[in-house]
């Protein structure tokens, strides 16, 4: 039993040892959840510079690729992603470190509840072998208060013996065998002797009574000697037994309540470690998370890259067709400006043109009025002082009257012809302008499509 509370003492040293460790584990699992928040700040921090730096590089939403991207912008993105990589190696020897850790505080654990399962044992046999002792002692106890019963019942038993024969002497010695009828026949002599015979063998039968009364006294005496002598060896035994017995369940109770301390404290341990493995596998689930979403952004940021790299390839390609599309528009332009101003030098002329038509036009009219006026006045219709002038000029030139007429159908029939010619020009320059106007217009509208798409072409719109 002493061993017992020596390696229950022991037990407590080592559990005590076991909780600094469990405190140190709690530290370093802080530590670990700081650096794991620290380590989340670092690639928060790292995804923003890089996005600022990819953000800054070009304003689409492409993005270039490694070959493709400048010296300053591999080297930003190194030094930003170095803490990352940094932290997370840290990150991932840390977790191996309280991996380790938790594996060796299970093992100590497991070899703790070794030792306290032995030292249970322990106390349970000899908690046993004391009470299989205390049983033995009661059986002993029982026996020896069996046979005092029996001594005391053979004591009565002489007793009972004893008084009847005192009885029998003092009815006179008198055997019940003979009736009292009988009694009178027998001879005196023969009574006498009789009961002479009868009383020597009661004297002789008193003395064996006396003898064995005192033999059964001293024999009494005896067993009352050795009843008390077993009592008091059995009641010193029983409290022997008893001391022992609680002395036994005592130290039985100190080792239970250790060992209830003990297993409240392994239990509590295994809580805690059960809650450093959960944390443990939440690392690693993080880690392995990290890991997974760094290499899908290293694949994104690739084909991102890859993807920025053909859409700059298309862009020169695109810029190269558009600045030689530009030349072109900017020959064309320059082509249609002097076309332009062509046409307008050829406008104005026809300008002049229609005014001299307009002009002769007017004139014609006037001299389609003085034919009106000569027919009238042939007619004998009176016309105006200015016609009327104008065909007494026309008859003076002429030698006769018919001569005068046939001057002036001839002079109607040139005005009519002229009217119909200049009316002719003119409406076929009207439509050399409304075709002029229209072509234009078309020219006015190419060029203003073509200056958009060299707006377009620039960067930036501009």
Do not use: W
Request: hydrophobic share 35%; with cysteine; glycine share 2%.
């Amino acid at each position: 039993m002493h061993g017992c509370v020596v390696s229950a003492q022991m037990t407590d040293v080592e559990l005590e040892e076991l909780m600094m460790v469990a405190k140190k584990s709690l530290q370093k699992a802080d530590a670990m959840d700081k650096q794991l928040i620290d380590f989340k700040e670092v690639v928060k921090v790292a995804s923003e510079e890089f996005k600022e730096i990819l953000a800054n590089y070009a304003s689409g939403a492409a993005i270039p690729s490694a070959k493709s991207l400048p010296d300053d912008v591999v080297v930003q993105f190194d030094l930003v992603t170095a803490p990352v990589i940094e932290a997370a190696v840290k990150l991932a020897n840390e977790l191996f470190r309280d991996t380790t850790f938790i594996k060796n505080c299970a093992a100590e654990a497991k070899s703790t509840d070794d030792y306290l399962e032995i030292i249970r044992e322990e106390g349970n046999l000899r908690l046993n072998d004391a009470m299989e002792e205390a049983a033995a002692v009661q059986e002993e106890y029982s026996l020896l208060e069996k046979a005092v019963q029996n001594k005391r019942a053979d004591i009565k038993r002489l007793q009972e013996v004893e008084r009847k024969l005192q009885d029998t002497i003092r009815d006179g010695m008198v055997s019940q065998k003979i009736p009292e009828d009988q009694r009178a026949n027998i001879p005196l002599e023969t009574r006498r002797v009789s009961l002479q015979r009868k009383i020597e063998e009661v004297k002789q039968e008193k003395i064996t009574i006396t003898d064995n009364k005192k033999a059964l006294e001293e024999r009494i005496k005896k067993l009352q000697d050795e009843l008390t002598r077993v009592e008091n060896e059995g009641a010193q035994r029983i409290a022997e037994v008893n001391k022992e017995m609680e002395k036994a369940q005592s130290e039985l109770d100190a080792i239970t309540k250790e060992l209830d301390s003990a297993q409240k404290a392994n239990e509590e341990m295994c809580k805690h470690l059960e809650k450093l493995d959960q944390e443990r596998v939440l690392r690693e689930t993080c880690l392995r998370q990290c890991q997974v979403r760094n290499d899908l952004e290293a694949r994104l940021t690739d084909k991102r890259m890859s993807e920025a790299s053909e859409n700059h390839k298309a862009l020169m390609q695109k810029k190269a067709y558009l600045e030689k599309e530009l030349s072109n528009v900017k020959d064309q332009l320059t082509a249609l400006i002097a076309e332009k101003d062509k046409e307008a030098a050829v406008e104005r002329d026809l300008d002049k043109q229609l005014a001299a038509l307009q002009d002769e036009l007017s004139r014609s009219r006037s001299e389609n009025h003085l034919a009106v006026d000569l027919a009238r006045s042939l007619a004998g219709v009176q016309v105006s002082d200015h016609s009327a002038k104008a065909i007494e000029e026309i008859v003076k030139n002429c030698n006769s009257r018919d001569d005068a007429a046939i001057r002036l159908g001839l002079e109607i029939s040139r005005y009519s012809r002229q009217n119909e010619f200049y009316a002719a020009e003119v409406e076929r320059n009207k439509r050399i302008i409304e075709k002029l106007n229209a072509k234009t217009q078309q020219l006015e509208a190419r060029f203003a499509s073509l200056c958009e798409a060299k707006r377009n072409a620039k960067p930036g719109g501009q």
